[in-house]
């Protein structure tokens, strides 16, 4: 029985083939969320990475592949699919990816292979805890939480806060607790924290709880797909308090989604959006590129992230003069000041990049880029 | 808490328990009939309401016409699912059908994402539907008080044909004994199909009212509405279609009130109705309304 | 076959899969002996359904449940107090969870037990449910677990997961529980117990007829599959080296449930090989989710396409071939051998 099993295994992995590598590509995977809830996030930022590779697809004189493999918003699946990409793809440096449970699972592979990792739109601290091929172009969540709170303390004048968190989603509980911290050290007060599960569509509940507490602000560190729901049933109970979220509330469709109901709403995110008013010029060549290429499609910050990863890994083979991982991993931790689609990027000793934390309104049905906040810690 | 926000999450729980009764009413009607859990219940009320809101913004239907074409045709497709996935296995142990709904549940689910792609998208809602009553503090929406009244007068038009029409009649020897049906004359093929049709087009119509209350639309909607609604349906005692209607507004006060007189409780919201179902389950598994056997669909 | 020229054959068998496995570890690459890891845990778990569902008659959907007790548990004792102490930052871990150690051969096993213990007290009052509402009410279990998962942030570390599981499952290990496992069923099964399962499977009114107590072999057949389900779930933590609650949903369930009905209800050779052939099959389907490039021309891959493959695969199976790949067979070495014997 068992001789069988070993029989049909020996099979298979004849017929699986070999990987063919040849010295003159550099290959770059991709591992980003295709399917899955998350899809929406992965299949921006994949449009960035492919609109990189057409506008720079050599380096020291060899042809850059991109290979890219869905991850499926699953753990399991990320753990693959970078294991695919590693030992059959052969690929020397790997872009990835939305979502920081699904960067971490990919990047405990990476870490062993020796492969370097670059994220897109990870934003949990832990991604890059510890870690030495691992890196990213985007802040971490405790700058974000803060520069939120920040900004509704100081800048707005806003005392008391409510949040609505789900609880199912690493990311939201993250930024939740440091938008707490920060809130409350600056003298502001949290009064309420409300629980959901991602998926929920009713939260009615909830928020007629909060209503009833009258906080200035409510803090919704949601994906957009929730995050329209809530406000607009906050405006259907007739909240009035302002109401703030984080870079995951970024989606062109936000407006279209929320209608009414999203007006006033404000959010952190990463320095670049089409509305904003002096771009670099890395950043109007990516726009403009972008409005040739998808003619009715608005470009949006996590396509200028995955525009970035890819870039900022070709601008590391330059500078390492060889497109060997190690050497790739070395030049890339020595980035500074590298101009991207989201500003001058430097990666800093823990390998995050150092970015200022951008602000964005819906004014009068449009996203308005309001400026930049420096996070009180 | 005081009266206004109590009254506030009364409404509040009578609308989602309202659109909680329109999908177990479905469930209720193909399990009375056939024994079957009907898995793929929460893909068709997904369809139901892409099919509408792609005939309102791609053909540029009215609202109506769409409804009503989007109603028909994801009857269709019930009736499809049936011939293709249930027929074939009526003699066949009754989990055979179970599993096969849960591969159609899925299969549907995945059609759709690469479809429809898994991003989600924007529902368009009439003007007068975002305007809530005042009264003091408390706020109605149009669809709050629309919803309950759809859910009655659907449920008497049920309870219509199943004991006023030749159709009923054969369902309910269907659900007695299928194989004394078939010998007695009664066309059995023909009554589950219309069965499955009935069922469907009320997925459609709860996806079509779910979409309109909750504006956004994605191919993994209908998974947590569907089972809550089946336990609902499970609740009030399954193939009882008043039974049905009652579960799911129970359904829908026990989920809000609970949260709403104990906040810290929030994030264990999807697991209210599963504890709900495993002590109904426990204490009467015939449900409220499941003991009185001429009540059986 | 005499009884000691069978053993013989066994442990030839054992040693070629040992043989086989170590020119694997040497020879094969990371992503070939992921794959191979993968179809050793997916075989524990289509075991431990089979003999829940395949042997017993009783329709759990609550797999995944247990799987994520085992896995929860397995990683907590595996972790170092300084790794969770660096981990839970949402206010910190209990005392006892952030102090829990044990070695990896304990830590499976207590994940097993305890997957067990609550396969045991679920067991006791589900089990006496019919087939599709015991269905729906392991399901309804499973889905608890997660939510509590999700929420028991001083234990479970929420929804943020459980990171940097130290990567204890080798081939060794998952190959060797597999065995285990194959082992323990085969013995249960073989003996009287086995046979009153069946009875209980084919007919339980008869068998309560023959004076056998219905519930107890129930209960029991129960929580030995859960416990080799937490099994499954210990070894996959420690295979992918980070959890969090949102892996053990519904799809998990659906994919062991798939394995055992095309191996075939109530066959164990059918579990083995369809655990071997839906494992491949289901990284091979990336393929068609993939761009495919034919020279300059390029077809888009296309997003969720591998599960409406795999679905569409259960749909026609329970169709067309409802009794799976081997129907109700045994593999024995007598018929391999073409000699005449019991089966």
């Known amino acids: 029985m068992k001789r069988i099993i070993a029989l049909c295994m020996a099979m298979v992995f004849a017929f699986a083939g070999l990987a063919w590598s040849a010295d003159d590509t550099v290959r770059i995977g991709v591992f980003l969320p295709l399917t899955g809830q998350n899809a929406f996030g992965g299949q921006l930022e994949l449009e960035g990475v492919q609109l990189a590779n057409k506008e720079v697809n050599t380096v020291l004189g060899k042809k850059v592949e991109i290979v890219t493999v869905d991850n499926k918003s699953d753990k399991v699946e990320a753990a693959n699919a970078v294991k695919r990409l590693i030992e059959k793809d052969k690929v020397q440096a790997i872009i990835g990816t939305y979502g920081s449970s699904l960067a971490m699972a990919g990047g405990e592979v990476s870490e062993k292979a020796g492969i370097p990792q670059v994220g897109t739109s990870c934003t949990n601290p832990l991604v890059t805890a510890g870690k030495k091929y691992i890196f990213r172009v985007c802040f971490i969540d405790p700058l974000q939480g803060a520069g939120a709170a920040t900004y509704a303390y100081k800048t707005l004048g806003l005392k008391k806060a409510a949040m609505l968190v789900d609880v199912a989603n690493d990311y939201s509980v993250g930024l939740s607790n440091f938008f707490k911290k920060s809130f409350t050290k600056m003298g502001g007060q949290v009064v309420s924290t409300l629980n959901y599960q991602s998926g929920d569509q009713d939260f009615t509940a909830q928020l007629s709880k909060i209503i009833s507490e009258k906080p200035d602000v409510l803090f919704i560190p949601s994906y957009f797909a929730e995050g329209a729901i809530i406000m607009k049933q906050a405006k259907e109970l007739g909240a009035t308090f302002k109401i703030m979220g984080g870079d995951a509330m970024d989606n062109p469709e936000i407006t279209k989604i929320g209608g009414k109901a999203v007006e006033g709403f404000v959010q952190t995110t990463f320095p670049y959006d089409p509305s904003m008013k002096d771009m670099n010029a890395t950043a109007k060549k990516f726009t403009e590129e972008w409005k040739r290429t998808f003619l009715s499609k608005e470009p949006n910050v996590n396509a200028a992230l995955g525009y970035d990863a890819y870039m900022i890994i070709i601008d590391a083979i330059k500078r390492a003069g060889k497109a060997e991982p190690e050497a790739i991993t070395k030049a890339l931790a020595e980035t500074k000041g590298f101009m991207g689609v989201t500003g001058s990027t430097t990666i800093n000793e823990t390998h995050d990049a150092v970015k200022p934390i951008g602000l964005i309104e819906i004014k009068d049905g449009k996203k308005v880029y309001v400026g930049e906040v420096a996070p009180e810690l | 808490m005081n009266v206004e926000t109590f009254i506030q999450h009364a409404l509040n729980s009578l609308t989602l328990g309202s659109l909680y009764a329109l999908i177990a009413i479905g469930y209720t009607m193909v399990y009375g009939i056939l024994r079957l859990i009907n898995f793929a219940h929460s893909e068709i009320f997904m369809l139901g309401a892409y099919f509408v809101f792609w005939g309102v913004t791609l053909l540029a239907l009215p609202w109506p016409l769409a409804i009503a074409l989007s109603i028909a045709f994801t009857a269709g497709v019930g009736i499809m699912v049936d011939k293709v996935a249930y027929r074939p296995l009526r003699d066949a142990p009754r989990i055979s059908a179970l599993i096969s709904s849960i591969g159609v549940s899925f299969f549907l689910q995945n059609v759709a994402i690469v479809f429809f792609q898994a991003i989600p998208r924007a529902v368009y809602r009439p003007e007068w539907m975002e305007q809530p009553f005042i009264l003091g503090n408390v706020r109605i929406l149009p669809i709050t008080l629309f919803v309950p009244v759809l859910s009655v007068v659907l449920m008497l038009g049920l309870l219509y044909i199943v004991y006023r029409t030749k159709t009923g009649l054969g369902m309910r020897a269907i659900s007695k004994d299928i194989e004394t049906s078939y010998l007695m004359g009664v066309p059995v093929n023909r009554v589950i199909a219309i069965t499955f049709g009935i069922g469907s087009a009320l997925a459609a119509a709860s996806g079509i009212m779910w979409a309109l209350r909750y504006p956004q639309l994605q191919p993994i909607m209908g998974t947590i509405p569907g089972f809550k609604a089946f336990i609902a349906a499970v609740f009030g005692g399954i193939g009882s279609i008043h039974g049905a209607v009652v579960g799911g507004v129970i359904l829908g006060f026990i989920e809000i009130m609970t949260v709403a007189f104990f906040p810290d409780l929030a994030g264990y919201r999807d697991a209210f109705a599963f504890v709900l179902l495993i002590v109904v389950l426990m204490i009467k598994p015939t449900g409220l309304f499941g003991a009185r056997v001429e009540d059986k669909v | ?343």
Not at chain 3, 74 to 79: G, K, N, P, Q
Not at chain 3, 93 to 104: D, R
Not at chain 3, 159 to 184: D, R
Not at chain 3, 274 to 285: D, Q
């Open chain 3, 1 to 343: 076959m005499n009884k000691s020229a069978i053993f013989l054959l066994n442990i030839a068998a054992v040693s070629v899969l040992g043989l086989f496995l170590w020119w694997a570890e040497g020879s094969l690459d990371g992503y070939k002996i992921q794959i191979l890891n993968l179809i050793a845990v997916n075989i524990i778990l289509a075991l431990s359904l089979n003999l829940i569902y395949g042997f017993t008659g009783m329709f759990s959907l609550g797999h995944a449940g247990f799987m994520a007790i085992g896995a929860y548990v397995c990683s907590i004792l595996i972790l170092t107090p300084d790794q969770k102490d660096t981990m839970y930052i949402l206010g910190g871990a209990y005392e006892w969870v952030q102090n829990a150690q044990a070695p990896f051969l304990a830590a499976v096993v207590a994940g097993g037990l305890v997957a067990a213990v609550f396969g045991f007290i679920v067991g006791f009052p589900l089990l006496r449910l019919g087939d599709d509402y015991l269905g729906i009410a392991t399901l309804g279990f499973a889905e608890i677990v997660r939510v509590v998962a999700t929420n028991v942030s001083g234990i479970t570390n929420g929804s943020l997961g459980l990171k940097g599981i130290p990567a204890h499952a080798n081939l060794w290990w998952n190959f060797g529980w597999c065995l285990v496992t194959l082992y323990v069923i085969v013995r249960l099964l073989k003996c009287n117990t086995g046979s009153v399962l069946k009875a209980i499977r084919d007919d339980e009114i008869a068998a309560k007829a023959m004076g056998v107590n219905v519930f107890r072999y129930k209960l029991l057949s129960f929580t030995v599959g859960s416990f080799f389900a937490g099994i499954g779930g210990a070894l996959l933590a420690s295979l992918v080296t980070t959890i969090d609650p949102k892996m053990f949903l519904f799809t998990l369930t659906f994919n062991v449930l798939m394995i055992v009905v095309t191996g075939g209800l109530g066959s164990l050779t059918g579990s083995v090989l369809a655990g071997v052939g839906i494992t491949v099959l289901l990284e091979w389907l990336r393929v068609v989710e993939n761009p495919i490039s034919l020279g300059s021309f390029e077809v888009a891959g296309i997003p969720g396409m591998r599960m409406v493959v795999f679905s569409l695969a259960l749909i026609v199976i329970i169709l067309f071939r409802r009794e799976g790949l081997m129907g109700m067979r045994e593999f024995s070495w007598a018929r391999l051998l073409g000699k005449k014997g019991e089966r």
